[in-house]
């Protein structure tokens, strides 16, 4: 869509610099690769902050109204009607702190919000790991193959990798939506999207959502493959499935998760986006961008019912992305940065010792 | 070269065929286009099927229609014949037609907005990547990561309550009362003080000083009614005319070229000397002479920096040319703001002049002055959504590629030769820097057409992503395959002139042919 994202940069910055172009420094001798990472990552505020918001905002919408069938702890679901307390205003305060019957408010005809919220959550949550893991395995297979084969295998998965970058992914949400919403014609596909609208969405939108990874994916084994340690696995006999499995993968696996992180980011927005635009989650299932649609004509009366699913969509967004970013510092091999505060300090010194040398010598004199 | 370019453009349109034949496909078979006539009860039914029917050819099926209108399409490659057909539309117009129209709305909407995203996003990646871990540095970070979380459609319905329902309720009585203005003050120094960095002192005296300006301006703007008769007047033009005279002599000569900061000093003279003679012009502008002010304006520039000359003569003409132009911007801003009361009582306004949908009051009469305004009040909430949530890509980019290129050793070579800050960062490292940004940049502009689909339903404006996205609802192929062309030509080509243009900008990376 029109809404740039942390993945695109990082897919522009890729394309611009040219994957992997500086050798790894290990400043931590004796550990891991794994073990560097996690010392990098736990030592990443905002990631830490970002794991633990996305963290309880999963347990919260995951364990309030129950998933497949399995009742939660809140008393309401997102269908229920009862009867309106206090206009449908929030009863949360936090002066003093106070749940109450309906803590952020209720719609015109009765329903909780909360609820609501929360199973919007829920299926954002979803989509999100359903595109996240699909885009994941697809882009890592298909770029893979491309970059260690290359040859015809590579120029035709490139080449359908174009093709589908270019078609617009509002208009394929709209054939699924279109194609899904067929209730009168009974077939399979459409009874079991019917019945399972985000299943059916997180799993078209994964099989578009693949192709930039498998751009980055292709470019890191690109270069890997050409490198001594794989020659070396080469020559002493491995096969191409160990070479890739054994050898290549696990160098290019940052690049991977980093990237899963941040397509996840950016298919919360591209599902509240299309289901904002009517061609995602339709009712009577509700989603954080339904939610949001559903209201924004009361904005003047209600505006509550616009805030949370609001709020909620750029937490769950904002923590990903924070957890993306301490992610992408833990793999990044290029760690070392011009500091300018340093730079600065380091001329300083510098500036007063000339000072004082030239104090010195008219004092000599 | 040549051969690199054949295979680039062969790729493409092969790509672009498969793609388009897909995207045909597709939305041809993504539901039933006679629904809405089938689900009629008007007595002429039957003959409205028929009707739409022929106007779409739907007896044929989809892959030969395809096929139908590739023919048509076809005809668009052959230079000045004007056959181009791209079918019509289910309300019976040409899709070229349509395209016309929608391509001007979505470029008015989203030129403004990118150009802006580009140079705040530029000078803010700057910014933080020379105060790299400070707090501005985390600020910006922080906003950027947020700005890439925000939904376009929330932040769009937030502008339209505050920015428009909320900023026209204010209008009506535009009074500041204290309170807000000195807390609007303490904002405003508390963010410049963390901004400014530097020692606690500093930091101090300057957020103080803006904490007092900014208060008394408010008060004044309010004691005045400002917002009812807005205008800068030849003093205020004065003011910050050296004011940028001095900005921009910084930032392109820096200052100790006297010859320079004396040439844009001239011009900003020149310029309210010039806001008293052009007054009686102003009132028959029309765009045309506008620009053509325009560039006789920077043309006076140039030609004062070079009669100023100095021992560098190019940077004295280029720091007039930039300091007249921006004087000429706040002279026609002055003139603008002169038209605001005829354009807030107009009939048309009523009084609420920031609108919140549509790209232009319908029907309504005034003069240039009065119409610049109309537009101006419909594009500012969508340029404003559109620039805050593609600012953040373009901070952390310029961001990381100049603490990139500061790390480099001709940067070290440059300081060791003694060079001033100044130009290390702006001759040595802002133009390296700028080589990826450039990229990007063309990257942007190729999908510029593409509109903003969710921005321009929320604002009702009706462009390409209009098109596209009505086309979908109402399963007719034409306009979503007009919309698409379009839309994967210039990005196809621009992505062709990034990767030129990377490689012109910078030698180092070689076109394999």
């Given amino acids: ?147 260690y084969f290359r040859g015809w295998v590579e120029a035709v998965l490139m080449r359908i990798t174009d093709v589908i970058i270019i078609i617009p992914v509002l208009l394929l949400a709209a054939v699924v939506a279109q194609i ?23 799993v078209f939108l994964g099989l578009v959502s693949w192709v930039g990874l498998a751009r980055l994916v292709r470019g ?46 950016a298919a919360i927005l591209l599902e509240t986006a299309l289901s904002y635009l009517g061609v995602g989650v339709k009712s009577p299932d509700t989603s954080l961008g339904l939610l949001i649609s559903q209201n924004q004509e009361a904005f003047a009366t209600r505006p509550w019912l616009f805030w949370f699913p609001g709020l909620f969509i750029v937490l769950i967004c904002l923590s990903i992305n924070f957890i993306g970013d301490g992610l992408r510092d833990a793999f990044d091999p290029r760690q070392k940065k011009f500091n300018a505060k340093k730079a600065s300090d380091a001329n300083a010194p510098a500036v007063e010792k000339s000072a004082a040398t030239a104090f010195d010598g008219t004092k000599g004199d | 070269m040549v051969t690199y370019i054949v295979r680039r453009l062969v790729t493409a349109a092969l790509i672009l065929l498969g793609a388009s034949f897909l995207v045909y496909l597709l939305t041809a078979s993504s539901g039933d286009p006679l629904a809405d006539l089938r689900a009629s009860n008007a007595p002429n039914k039957q003959q409205l099927m028929n009707a739409r029917t022929e106007l779409l050819d739907l007896d044929t099926p989809a892959p030969i229609r395809y096929f139908k209108w590739l023919a048509g399409a076809a005809q668009c490659l052959v230079p000045f014949a004007g056959t181009c057909d791209l079918g019509k539309s289910v309300s019976g117009q040409p899709i070229t037609e349509a395209l016309g129209i929608a ?57 339209k309550e505050y920015g428009a329902i909320g900023f026209n309720d204010f209008l009506r009585n535009p009074e500041i009362p204290l309170p807000t203005a000195l807390g609007v003050g303490a904002v405003a120094g508390l963010l410049v003080a963390v901004a400014v960095g530097g020692e606690l002192r500093r930091r101090l005296i300057t957020g103080g000083a803006v904490f007092a300006a900014v208060t008394l301006i408010l008060i004044y703007f309010s004691a005045t009614q400002w917002f009812k008769t807005p205008g800068l007047g ?41 806001y008293f003679a052009v007054q009686p012009l102003l009132d028959q502008a029309t765009a045309l002479m506008i620009a053509l002010l325009g560039l006789a304006t920077v043309l006076v520039g140039v030609a004062v920096g070079y009669f100023m000359g100095g021992y560098d003569r190019g940077q004295s003409m280029r720091v007039a040319g930039i300091t007249a132009f921006l004087v000429g911007g706040l002279v ?44 101006f009040t419909h594009l500012i909430l969508p340029t404003i959504a559109l620039i805050l949530v ?52 063309a990257f942007d502009i190729g999908a510029l057409i593409g509109g903003a689909v969710i921005t321009e339903s929320v604002f009702s404006v009706r462009g390409m992503g209009f098109l596209f ?39 180092r990376v070689r076109i394999k042919a």
């Avoid at chain 1, 919403?181 to 399979?188: I, P």
């Avoid at chain 2, 910014?127 to 769009?156: E, K, N």
């Avoid at chain 2, 086309?471 to 990034?498: E, K, Q, R, S, Y």
């Fill in chain 1, 220 to 265: 890191e084994f690109l270069t890997l493959r050409e490198r001594e340690f794989v020659d070396a696995a080469r020559i002493s006999g491995a096969s191409n499935a160990r070479i890739i499995f054994k050898h290549i993968l696990p160098n290019a696996v940052g690049v991977l998760i980093v990237n899963v992180t941040l397509t996840m980011s």
């Fill in chain 2, 103 to 159: 391509l001007v709305q979505t470029l008015t909407l989203v030129t403004g907005a990118t150009i802006l995203a580009i140079l705040i996003g530029i000078s803010l990646g700057i910014v933080t990547a020379l105060r790299q871990y400070s707090a501005l540095d985390y600020g910006v970070t922080f906003m950027a990561f947020l700005f890439f979380s925000l939904p376009i459609f929330w932040v769009a319905v937030l502008l």
């Fill in chain 1, 180 to 202: 899904a919403g067929r209730r009168d014609e009974g077939s399979m596909f459409a009874a079991f999207a019917n019945a399972n609208g985000i299943l059916v969405l997180g």
């Fill in chain 2, 332 to 375: 026609v801003m002055d003139r603008f703001m002169q038209a605001w009361p005829s354009y807030f009582s107009n009939s048309r306004v009523r009084g609420r002049p920031i609108a919140t949908i549509g790209a232009g009051t319908p029907n309504i009469e005034g003069d240039f002055w009065v119409l610049g305004t109309d537009t």
């Fill in chain 1, 1 to 147: 869509m029109s809404q740039p994202t942390q993945e695109e940069e990082i897919l522009a910055q890729q394309a611009v610099r040219g994957p992997g172009d500086a050798p790894p420094e290990h400043e931590s001798s004796g550990l891991s690769q794994g073990q560097i990472v996690r010392k990098r990552f736990f030592g990443h505020t905002g990631a830490l902050i970002g794991l633990a918001v996305f963290a309880l905002i999963f347990i919260l919408a995951f364990t309030s109204v129950g998933v497949a069938g399995i009742p939660g702890w809140w008393k309401y679901n997102h269908l229920d009607v009862s009867p309106l307390v206090g206009d449908g205003a929030p009863t949360a305060g936090l002066v003093p702190p106070a749940w109450g019957e309906h803590p952020f408010g209720q719609d015109r005809i009765g329903r909780d919000l909360f609820a609501m919220t929360m199973r919007g959550a829920q299926q954002s949550i979803t989509i999100m790991i359903l595109i996240g893991a699909i885009a994941g395995i697809l882009g890592a297979v298909i770029g893979g193959l491309a970059g």
């Fill in chain 2, 234 to 274: 030849p003093v205020v033009i004065a003011v910050a005319g050296a004011g940028i005279a001095v900005a921009v002599t910084v930032l392109v000569a820096g200052l100790r070229n006297r010859r320079a900061l004396q040439s844009s000093l001239i011009v900003v003279a020149l310029g309210v000397i010039a």
């Fill in chain 2, 469 to 507: 996205l009505d086309g979908i609802t109402h399963i007719d192929p034409n306009p979503v395959m007009g919309v698409f062309v379009c839309v994967a030509v210039t990005a196809m080509v621009f992505n062709l002139i990034a990767d030129l243009a990377y490689s012109a900008l910078d030698p």
């Fill in chain 2, 390 to 441: 593609s600012l953040a890509s373009y901070t952390r980019f310029t961001r990381s590629s100049m603490l990139e290129i500061m790390n480099m050793d001709y940067i070290r070579t440059a300081r060791a030769k003694g060079l001033s800050e100044r130009s290390v960062i702006m001759g040595h490292a802002f133009r390296n820097a700028l080589i990826p940004i450039a990229t990007i940049v």
